[in-house]
Each structure stands twice: as structure tokens, then as C-alpha cells.
């Protein structure tokens, strides 16, 4: 099982980013995808996930609204938007796999990447 994470960088305030998850070695079609991220000195979090045919979806108090999440199962890829970004969106975000349903409890998810970095700057 593998995932790989691209789409960080840095960004202004107010900005956008579309983060993307690529899933290999497994049915990625049978598996939830959550999205965490950790900020330096803070522990992980969990931001959104979403279960089969994009359904159940969850997202952290913090970014509704602001950040969506989606999969498109034919490029086994999951993606989140994220629009309206704050500094403190900024950290270390992955992405994890895990048999449905699954939230947002990093502790529920086996299989992890590597993460990207986002940095929102002022």
C-alpha cells in the first residue's frame, strides 16, 4: 500500500491549494481517504475524509466551508480543495487509508503517506 501526497506550497492568505493523494497497491475504491495535517508542535488532526461514493464526508469545525474534499476513483486520486487558507492551516498534511466508514480519528486509519507541506504567509 502506498500514498503520495502532492499540492503544498506557500501561499498568501486568502489563498487556494488543491492537494492530491494517489493511492497504489490496493483497491482504492474499497478504502476511506482522510486528510491530517500537523503543525510544528501540535498534535495531528484530523481535516476531512471521505468514505465510499463520497459518502459519508466529515470535516473538521475548523475548515468548513473553506475546504472540500473529493475522489475521483478511476485515477484512484483524492483531492482537497482548500480556498480561503489562514495561517494557522499551515502544517504538514497527509493523507491515510482505511477500510469504511472512517472520520476524522487518525487512530481508525492504517496506512499513511509522506505529507506536503503547506505554508500560508503573510
Known amino acids: 500500500v502506498q500514498l503520495v501526497e502532492s499540492g503544498g506550497g506557500l501561499v498568501q492568505p486568502g489563498g487556494s491549494l488543491r492537494l492530491s493523494c494517489i493511492g497504489s497497491?490496493?483497491?482504492?475504491?474499497?478504502?476511506?481517504i482522510g486528510w491530517f495535517r500537523q503543525a510544528p508542535g501540535k498534535e495531528r488532526e484530523g481535516v476531512s475524509s471521505?468514505?465510499?461514493?463520497?459518502?459519508?464526508?466529515y470535516y473538521a469545525d475548523s475548515v468548513k466551508g473553506r475546504f472540500t474534499i473529493s475522489r475521483d476513483n478511476l485515477k484512484n486520486t483524492v483531492y482537497l480543495r482548500m480556498n480561503s487558507l489562514k495561517p494557522e492551516d499551515s502544517a504538514v498534511y497527509y493523507c491515510?487509508?482505511?477500510?469504511?466508514?472512517?472520520?476524522?480519528?487518525?487512530?481508525?486509519?492504517?496506512?499513511w503517506g509522506q505529507g506536503t507541506q503547506v505554508t500560508v504567509f503573510t
Open positions: 491515510a487509508a482505511t477500510p469504511p466508514v472512517a472520520g476524522l480519528d487518525s487512530n481508525d486509519y492504517d496506512h
Open positions: 471521505i468514505n465510499l461514493s463520497d459518502s459519508p464526508t
Open positions: 497497491g490496493f483497491t482504492f475504491d474499497d478504502y476511506a
